[in-house]
């Protein structure tokens, strides 16, 4: 009740920001994000048997990541990335699998899916570029042109 009070009491500049009904095209402020089909900046990555899995929690061990995506195939290899200094992890991992449909049963099963408290995230790894060659980053460096 007190809401409906504040909404009412409000200059009807601010009741956008109150009001739950549809918002009309010329006076709301907020645009919505691309639809789930829309393409990103992003490229996906094709597939192969390396996975990288991030969100990952600072306790999430090797072992325990191994355990949770043998469930979906032969895990041939697999690794948490950590900190030097602190030894905890930093949050993103590596999975190999045996086979590429294996990796892709590994994705569907763990993609989104919590570990450890944290949702986490399974998507076929990137090749790393040659030494030498310039990282080609699609998004914009801030105070670039």
Same mark, same amino acid.
């Given at each position: 009740?007190?809401?409906?009070?504040a909404?009412?009491?409000? +200059?009807?500049?601010?009741?956008r920001?109150f009001c739950? /009904?549809? +918002?009309? =095209?010329?006076?709301? %402020? $907020?645009?919505?994000? %691309?639809?789930?089909?829309?393409?990103?900046?992003?490229?996906?990555?094709?597939?192969?048997?390396? #996975? $990288?899995?991030?969100?990952l929690?600072?306790?999430?061990?090797?072992?325990?990541?191994? !355990? !949770?995506?043998a469930?979906?195939g !032969? @895990?041939?290899?697999?690794?948490?990335?950590t900190?030097r @200094? =602190?030894?905890?992890?930093? *949050?993103?991992? $590596?999975?190999?699998?045996a086979?590429?449909?294996?990796?892709g049963? *590994?994705?569907e099963?763990?993609?989104?899916? $919590? #570990?450890?408290?944290?949702?986490i995230?399974?998507?076929?790894?990137? %090749?790393r +570029? +040659?030494?030498?060659?310039?990282?080609? /980053?699609p998004t914009p460096?801030?105070? *670039?042109?």
């Open positions: 009740m007190a809401m409906r009070a909404v009412a009491a409000a +200059p009807r500049g601010f009741r920001f739950t /009904n549809p +918002p009309s =095209s010329s006076t709301f %402020p $907020f645009v919505p994000p %691309p639809a789930a089909g829309a393409t990103s900046a992003r490229q996906m990555a094709d597939p192969n048997t390396n #996975l $990288f899995v991030s969100g929690s600072k306790r999430t061990t090797t072992e325990r990541l191994r !355990e !949770e995506f469930k979906f !032969e @895990v041939v290899h697999a690794r948490v990335v900190d @200094v =602190s030894g905890y992890s930093k *949050g993103f991992g $590596f999975v190999k699998y086979t590429i449909e294996e990796a049963k *590994g994705i099963g763990m993609d989104g899916k $919590f #570990l450890d408290g944290w949702v995230f399974a998507e076929y790894a990137r %090749p +570029p +040659p030494p030498g060659q310039p990282i080609q /980053n460096y801030y105070g *670039g042109q």
